[in-house]
Nanobody, 124 residues
Framework: QVQLVESGGGSVQAGGSLRLSCAAS????????MGWFRQAPGKEREGVAA????????YYADSVKGRFTISQDNAKTTVYLQMNALKPEDTAMYYC?????????????????WGQGTQVTVSS
C-alpha cells in the first residue's frame, strides 16, 4: 500500500497562509483518492479536501471553500494543501490519507491509509 508523510505545518497569525505537503510512496494508482483531514482537540475528524488521482476532480468542505486548494504534482507522488486566509478555527492536526478505488472522493468515502499528521496553529 501507499506510505504517506506530511510536512509544512506550523504557527501563523490569522489571515496568513501555509502550504502542507504529503509525500506518497509505494503503490500509487490513478484509481485512488488522496485527501486531507483535520482534527482539533475535543472535536471529530473532518474531511477538508480531496483529489482523485485519475482525473483531478476535487472536493472541499464548506468551511474551507475559497480559502484552501488541493493539488498534486504530475507524478502523483506529492499532494499539496495550500491554505490561505487562515482562521483560528483552522487550528488542528492535519492528516493526509489515501483511499484506493474508483468513485467520488468526498464523504462518506472511507480512507484507510494515514500519515502521522502535521500541526497547524493559527493565532488571532
Amino acid at each position: 500500500q501507499v506510505q504517506l508523510v506530511e510536512s509544512g505545518g506550523g504557527s501563523v497569525q490569522a489571515g496568513g497562509s501555509l502550504r502542507l505537503s504529503c509525500a506518497a510512496s509505494g503503490y500509487i494508482y490513478s484509481t485512488m483518492c488522496m485527501g486531507w483531514f483535520r482534527q482539533a482537540p475535543g472535536k471529530e475528524r473532518e474531511g477538508v479536501a480531496a483529489i482523485y488521482n485519475g482525473g483531478g476532480s476535487t472536493y472541499y468542505a464548506d468551511s474551507v471553500k475559497g480559502r484552501f486548494t488541493i493539488s498534486q504534482d504530475n507524478a502523483k507522488t506529492t499532494v499539496y494543501l495550500q491554505m490561505n486566509a487562515l482562521k483560528p478555527e483552522d487550528t488542528a492536526m492535519y492528516y493526509c490519507a489515501a483511499s484506493y478505488g474508483v468513485g467520488l472522493c468526498s464523504p462518506p468515502r472511507r480512507y484507510n491509509v494515514w500519515g502521522q499528521g502535521t500541526q497547524v496553529t493559527v493565532s488571532s
